[in-house]
């Protein structure tokens, strides 16, 4: 939806976002004052020179800066707001802006906002929630869709597990970009045309599959994280994490830990990834990705947490 101004109103991650730019990802949304606003602009000088390597860069604790290949910048600034600027030689493509909008700058602004950041798809079925964790090509994203699109789960996200707070013993998550990330084999299998789907990762030969009429309503609250790791023993394994197991596991698969240790409170850190193993089940899930397809995972998952 479009406002008076020619901006866009979305909701995405418990925020309300009024945007500039279009992005049909996000389910729009009706408001009056937003959350967090992304408009075109100027970022700060000293990133606009040629010789400033692409990637992000820590300007301050409360100011990240992403520079693409193209020499496009975006300026998060204080949890609030994104701004993107365009080098004046050309204008990077809009899928690319969204892609690159959508996962490491809006990853900043959580970051700002004190949310930690899981790497990790969540979904949820009868209230009860899951996540499923673990290194980017391990198969995240294949399982969460059998579970999504092949058994009728809702969906929540699908590489970031955004816990906002600790509520009591329950432990909530936000609600992400409402898209899978599929690979053309796993949209085949499930009955689904990648010609259809918009591609979003070339590098990896990744479809957006949009899922925004499967997306979990109201509050969703964490109950078990499921940690992947691959081994050669022809079998899977599940084993449940106790005590300091736990907190290791959610620290290895936290997303941007560099930042979090740059930002020197490591205690406090530690303390709040404590608490949160103390009120939720951590397993180790391990397959043999050879012989172990998603639906046996998903199968080995839905048993360990009777969630069939």
Known sequence: ??????????????LNIRSYFRLPELPEKKFENPDVVIAPGQAKDKYTAEHVPEGLHFDAIDCFVFKMDSGTLFQVSGGRFITVQFPNHSRVGFPDLRLYMLSPVFNALLHQR?????HAGVLCRNARSIAIAGESGIGKSTIGAELCLGRGYSFVSDDVC??????????R???????LKMLPDTMLRLGLDSRECESIDESKGKFSVPVKDRLASGDVYLEAVFVLSVNDHHHIEVTSLKGVEKVEALLKNLIWIEYLRWMGNQEALFARCNAICSDIEIYRLSFDKRIHSPRLLADEIEKSWNLA
């Open 173 to 179: 998550v936000l609600p992400s970009v409402p898209r």
């Open 114 to 118: 004190g949310i930690l950041l899981l």
């Open 162 to 171: 955004a816990i906002d707070d600790i509520d009591g013993s329950r432990i």
């Open 1 to 14: 939806m479009t406002t008076e101004k020619n901006t866009y109103c979305y909701s995405c991650y418990g």
